[in-house]
């Protein structure tokens, strides 16, 4: 097993499991306020990191040009701060399942938006992954 796939299926562990403790947390936690609480300890977090990385790596905000700054930080007010909500909002009023499955159908939306914005290539095996994943959504959603 090749590194990208054990990071990522950490990855998929911890969400999990923060997605099970998000919805215990939420039995007396506004949404709104989960929401900002998990995206401001996340940042600490992130921030921390990313300044404590050895010179090379550490922030040099100069050399990624403003167009990609702006580009960035508008990705993260769409995904953790619109989408934050959202997925909160889901959890308390769906259940941690739901909200998790539907949450993960993103590359249902994402591929088309890929095709005609990034003008990516999309193979027929990926057209046919949007169908049974589009399927899947709807056999738990329903």
Same mark, same amino acid.
């Given at each position: 097993?090749?590194?990208? %796939? +054990? =990071?990522? =299926?950490v +990855?998929?562990?911890?969400?999990? !499991?923060?997605?099970?403790? /998000?919805?215990?947390?939420?039995?007396?936690v506004?949404? *709104?306020?989960?929401?900002?609480? $998990?995206?401001?300890?996340?940042?600490?977090?992130?921030?921390?990191?990313? *300044?404590? $990385?050895?010179?090379?790596? $550490?922030?040099?905000?100069?050399?990624?040009?403003?167009?990609? /700054?702006?580009?960035?930080?508008?990705?993260?007010? /769409?995904?953790?701060?619109v989408? +934050?909500?959202?997925?909160?909002? !889901?959890?308390? =009023?769906?259940? !941690?399942?739901?909200? %998790?499955?539907?949450?993960?159908?993103?590359? %249902? *939306? =994402?591929?088309?938006?890929?095709?005609?914005?990034?003008?990516? $290539?999309?193979?027929?095996?990926? /057209?046919?992954?949007? *169908? %049974? +994943?589009? !399927?899947?959504?709807?056999?738990?959603?329903?």
């Amino acid at each position: 097993m090749g590194k990208g %796939v +054990a =990071l990522a =299926l950490v +990855a998929a562990t911890l969400w999990a !499991a923060g997605s099970i403790t /998000l919805k215990i947390g939420l039995t007396k936690v506004d949404t *709104f306020v989960a929401a900002a609480i $998990r995206v401001v300890t996340s940042a600490l977090l992130l921030t921390t990191l990313a *300044f404590s $990385r050895p010179p090379p790596e $550490r922030l040099k905000l100069n050399s990624y040009g403003t167009r990609n /700054l702006i580009l960035v930080a508008s990705a993260g007010l /769409l995904t953790y701060g619109v989408g +934050a909500i959202g997925y909160v909002t !889901a959890m308390h =009023l769906i259940g !941690a399942g739901k909200t %998790v499955l539907l949450s993960a159908s993103a590359p %249902v *939306f =994402l591929l088309p938006l890929s095709v005609l914005i990034l003008k990516e $290539r999309l193979s027929p095996l990926a /057209l046919v992954g949007i *169908f %049974v +994943a589009i !399927a899947g959504i709807c056999l738990v959603a329903l």
